[in-house]
């Protein structure tokens, strides 16, 4: 355990941290570190302090914590927990924030929010009040009118999609997950996930039926179940745009961190893997100009749609693959994977790697963008809650989870002996890890 350090110093390395950052960025519009409506949207440092970015909000999580003592500390957790949820899905699911006028210091009363959302004024104000606490939206009139901050602002546009995939999809399978884990102990199938049961019961109750406790086919995923859903399909993929330009989980610090601006070990031609929308090969593309082809290979329902941009028609294309049932034909210098092998447990991740072997050959290589664990820390744990998080989330929603480097290495293992973890970058301020894999054929 790390020596304790007097609360003192840890203030002093808040205020020292503060001003390196705040100098640095003085000039710019994001040097005003403000949330109100108009804002930079996201809170950019330059890379070179990112790290001193990270140690600032670590040290203010140590500080608050310690202060407030440790059952206050627990409190301040507790508390939310709960109400957050409540506040988010009554947000999402009355349209709350796009019933706010979207221009510049443009207010509306309470009342007549309330008559936009179809609720009651009283439910509106206190929903709205409470999310004001949590710094979404900006109170004008005490009690009387609201407007947006960025945040809401977010949630009534860029953000939306990712609200909804949080609060419907993810926190249905959240209070699954105990009866999840007394029935299928150890099961790596994604039919007995906390999330499909959680779908089959909803379905269930929607179709006034009573629930089948038989999961006739335990290998159906969180995946099959919203294919039959076409908005589902739609809010999931934005949702997971939306990732590939948030902060921490930025597409970019996977492709600023690709060794490719070397002409010698650039690939041509890359496909990536659950590709999505294809917001992660427009990003390569962009970058490496000597990429002459990304393919997004993604489930039938998902490439439907998809299209490439205009600058980079003929350079992007879109197929239907199924990863677990089918191996690759596409041919590619390199494959990429993002955020994929979190969704499935080993026995599954290694399907996908088993069905990507026969495409490899000697020296060939594979680019994942995921989560790396590292050993808990006394130093971390900003950095550790959303990890672990995320781990148990993947959990709830797939029989997932996220990877140490050891389990990184067993689940190459189990899917064939000549894939080589052969390094892991950790960028400073990434959520993910970029994870070089050789084929060693
Ligand atoms: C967590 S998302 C990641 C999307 C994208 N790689 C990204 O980083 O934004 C997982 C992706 O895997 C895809 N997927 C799930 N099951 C699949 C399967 N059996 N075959 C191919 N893709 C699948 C989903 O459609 C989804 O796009």
Redesign the pocket.
């Known amino acids: 355990m790390a020596p304790l350090r007097p609360v003192s110093e840890l203030a002093s390395i808040i205020e020292r941290h503060t001003k390196t950052i705040e100098d640095a960025l003085k000039g710019t519009p994001a040097a005003d570190f403000s949330l109100a409506f108009g804002a930079p949207p996201q809170a950019q440092v330059p890379p070179s302090l990112e790290a001193t970015r990270s140690e600032l909000v670590e040290t203010i999580d140590e500080l608050r914590a310690r202060i407030l003592g440790p059952l206050g500390n627990l409190m301040v957790t507790l508390l939310p927990t709960p109400a957050l949820i409540a506040i988010l899905h009554t947000m999402y699911a009355f349209d709350i924030a796009s019933h706010v006028p979207l221009q510049p210091g443009a207010e509306i009363t309470y009342a007549d929010l309330a008559q936009r959302c179809g609720l009651t004024e009283d439910d509106t104000r206190h929903i709205v009040q409470a999310a004001v606490a949590f710094r979404i939206f900006e109170e004008v009139t005490p009690e009387v009118s609201v407007r947006h901050n960025a945040a809401s602002a977010a949630l009534a546009t860029a953000m939306k999609d990712l609200l909804g995939l949080f609060i419907e999809d993810q926190c249905s399978g959240v209070y699954k997950l105990v009866e999840s884990l007394k029935r299928f102990p150890g099961s790596g199938e994604p039919g007995h996930s906390a999330s499909v049961l959680a779908f089959r019961e909803a379905k269930a109750i929607k179709e006034g039926k009573v629930v089948d406790q038989e999961i006739t086919d335990p290998s159906k ?1 969180f ?1 099959d179940y919203i294919s039959e859903d076409e908005k589902r ?1 739609a809010r ?2 934005s949702a ?2 939306i ?2 330009r948030s902060l921490a989980y930025r ?1 970019s610090y996977f492709t600023d961190n690709l060794p490719w601006a070397d002409k010698n070990q650039c690939p041509e031609s890359i496909a ?6 294809g ?2 090969c427009q990003a390569i593309l962009r970058a490496y100009p000597n990429v002459k082809k990304a393919y997004v ?3 039938p ?2 490439v439907a749609d998809g299209k490439a941009p205009e600058d980079l028609e003929g350079k992007l294309e879109f197929e239907s ?5 089918e191996t690759v034909t596409r041919k590619a210098d390199v494959y990429v ?4 092998f ?2 499935w447990s080993d026995q599954y991740g290694a399907k ?1 790697l088993k069905n990507l072997v026969p495409a490899l050959k000697k020296g060939s290589k594979i680019w994942i ?1 995921e989560v790396v664990l590292p050993d808990l820390s006394d130093r971390n744990h900003t950095k550790d809650q959303a990890q672990r998080c995320a781990d148990i989330l993947m959990k709830c929603g797939f029989n997932g989870k996220e990877r140490s480097k050891r389990g990184w290495e067993t689940l190459l293992a189990m899917a064939d002996e000549r894939l080589r973890l052969a390094n892991v970058i950790r960028p400073d301020g990434a959520h993910d890890s970029v994870i070089e894999i050789v084929f060693d054929a």
Not at 321 to 325: P, V
Not at 337 to 340: E, L, N, S
């Open positions: 995923s995946f399909v999931f993929r997971m745009g990732s590939t597409a990536d893997i659950g590709g999505a929308g917001e992660v290979l993604d489930l329902e998902v693959y199924n990863f677990l049932t994977f993002r955020h994929i979190h969704d996908i963008s």
